[in-house]
C-alpha cells in the first residue's frame, strides 16, 4: 500500500494558550485493517483499541474513508498527560474524515477547545474516550451540529479560546 496522504494532528491540553505543532509521532494504518461500515464504528474501536493504555496519557489518530468503508490508523501517544501530537499516514486514495483520541482518568470531561478547534478547521469529527473513573464513555464533535457552550457565565461574547462541549454520547467505553 502506498501512502501518498498525511494530516498532523495537534491536541494541546485546555490551559494552553495556542496549538504547538510538533509532529513527532507517526500514525500509520493497521497492517490489516478493518472496514467499517461507518464513521461511528471506526471511532468507537479506534477508541477502545487506545483506552487500556491510556489511564494517564492521551493517545490518539486519524480516522479516514475509502470507497464507502472507514478505518483507522494505528493508536499513538507521545507520553502527555494533556497533549497529543502525531501525523497520520494514510493511502492515496483516501479521504481524511476524523480523529480520535482520548481524555486520560482524571482530565476534562467533554471536548475541549482545542479539540473544537481543530475539528471545525478541518471539517472533521472528532471522537473522544472521556476516561474519568464514574462512567466512562466516547463521545463524538461534529462541527456546525454538536452543541457548544461558553466556559465563563459573563455577557462578554463567548471566544475560541473558552468554547467546549459535553459531545454527543457515542458509546460507553
Do not use: W
Amino acid at each position: 500500500m502506498k501512502l501518498l496522504k498525511a494530516a498532523s494532528l495537534s491536541f494541546v491540553g485546555l490551559l494552553a494558550l495556542c496549538f504547538q505543532a510538533k509532529a513527532e509521532l507517526l500514525s500509520l494504518p493497521l497492517q490489516n485493517p478493518t472496514a467499517f461500515e461507518s464513521i461511528d464504528q471506526a471511532g468507537v474501536a479506534a477508541v477502545r483499541m487506545s483506552a487500556d493504555a491510556s489511564k494517564s496519557v492521551e493517545y490518539g489518530g486519524c480516522i479516514y474513508k475509502i470507497d464507502d468503508k472507514f478505518y483507522h490508523t494505528t493508536p499513538v501517544t507521545d507520553g502527555q498527560f494533556s497533549e497529543f501530537h502525531a501525523t497520520c499516514e494514510f493511502p492515496g486514495n483516501a479521504q481524511f474524515v476524523g480523529i480520535f483520541h482520548t481524555h486520560p482518568s482524571n482530565y476534562m470531561v467533554g471536548v475541549s477547545p482545542h479539540d473544537i478547534a481543530f475539528a471545525q478547521q478541518n471539517k472533521v469529527i472528532s471522537y473522544i474516550g472521556l476516561l474519568e473513573a464514574t462512567s466512562p464513555v466516547i463521545v463524538k464533535y461534529i462541527p456546525g451540529k454538536t452543541k457548544v457552550m461558553c466556559m465563563t457565565d459573563s455577557s462578554l461574547s463567548c471566544s475560541s479560546a473558552n468554547k467546549y462541549s459535553k459531545g454527543e454520547v457515542v458509546s460507553p467505553l
